[in-house]
């Protein structure tokens, strides 16, 4: 009897240590999935290691073939700088003309969008827009990182600026005339700060516009 109050003991203890054995490899399997990113450093004290136009271009035509996850980007790259967003992640490297590169991804950490940019532009940097007279294709060649924006009522392009954003609406028909512009003019500049960016819920924005933390914009 007493032998057996042994072995029953010893098969709790051995289940026991066990289960303990497999919380402790679930635990360790987690943290291992675990993704880790840096919002506190800059660029310049986090990445090191540059990149030809060649192999951005490379990262962006994967992407738009939709033929790359995190696992290749990270397995291809060097990734030294990893943000996190209410949308989701982005990871930035340098080119070696010493423009930056920003690879987006969702929560699942799945790439969608790629921007190569030389300077974030400042909001008095779009002073020069007038109303009814500055054409789309003038704010297309001046910012070449510029959004477009799915809007069928109207036409609309987003440009993300050190302090936040600017949504252009603009006005596709001569009303004098009534006829249809072949170059859209500028009807209205909307401005959004980041605060504006990460407290409102703008479908349009978030789901179209990648964000960049203000620690990147400067």
Same mark, same amino acid.
């Given at each position: 009897?007493?032998?057996?109050?042994?072995?029953?003991?010893?098969?709790?203890?051995?289940?026991?240590? +066990?289960?303990?054995?497999?919380?402790?490899?679930?635990? %360790?399997?987690?943290?291992?999935? =675990?993704?880790?990113? @840096?919002?506190?450093?800059?660029?310049?004290?986090?990445?090191?290691?540059?990149?030809?136009?060649?192999?951005?271009?490379?990262?962006?035509?994967?992407?738009?073939?939709?033929?790359?996850? #995190?696992?290749?980007?990270?397995?291809? #790259?060097? +990734?030294?700088?990893?943000?996190?967003?209410?949308?989701? #992640? #982005?990871?930035?490297?340098?080119?070696?003309?010493?423009? $930056?590169?920003?690879?987006?991804?969702?929560?699942?950490?799945? &790439?969608?969008?790629?921007?190569?940019?030389?300077?974030?532009?400042?909001?008095?940097?779009? @002073?020069?827009?007038?109303?009814?007279?500055?054409?789309? %294709?003038?704010?297309?060649?001046?910012?070449?990182?510029?959004?477009?924006? &799915?809007?069928?009522?109207?036409?609309?392009?987003?440009? +993300?600026?050190? =302090?936040?954003?600017?949504?252009?609406?603009? =006005? $596709?028909? @001569?009303?004098?005339?009534?006829?249809?512009?072949?170059?859209?003019?500028?009807?209205?500049?909307?401005?959004? %700060?980041?605060?504006?960016?990460?407290?409102?819920?703008? &479908?349009?924005? %978030?789901?179209?516009? &990648?964000?960049?933390?203000?620690?990147?914009?400067?």
């Amino acid at each position: 009897m007493m032998i057996k109050k042994l072995k029953i003991a010893i098969l709790s203890i051995s289940l026991f240590a +066990i289960a303990v054995l497999v919380l402790m490899l679930t635990i %360790s399997l987690a943290g291992d999935k =675990e993704v880790k990113y @840096n919002n506190d450093n800059s660029i310049s004290d986090l990445v090191t290691k540059t990149y030809s136009n060649y192999d951005i271009e490379k990262i962006s035509e994967s992407i738009e073939n939709n033929n790359i996850d #995190y696992a290749t980007l990270k397995s291809n #790259y060097n +990734i030294q700088c990893l943000r996190k967003t209410h949308q989701g #992640y #982005y990871a930035v490297f340098l080119q070696d003309d010493g423009k $930056r590169v920003f690879v987006f991804m969702n929560e699942e950490m799945n &790439p969608y969008d790629i921007l190569t940019i030389e300077r974030i532009k400042e909001k008095k940097d779009y @002073n020069f827009i007038v109303s009814g007279k500055t054409t789309k %294709s003038e704010i297309l060649k001046y910012d070449e990182n510029t959004v477009l924006l &799915p809007v069928s009522a109207v036409t609309s392009t987003a440009h +993300i600026v050190q =302090e936040g954003l600017l949504i252009i609406n603009y =006005e $596709r028909f @001569n009303k004098e005339t009534t006829t249809l512009l072949n170059d859209p003019v500028v009807k209205s500049v909307t401005f959004f %700060s980041n605060d504006d960016l990460t407290s409102q819920d703008n &479908p349009m924005i %978030s789901s179209n516009v &990648p964000y960049i933390l203000e620690i990147d914009r400067k």
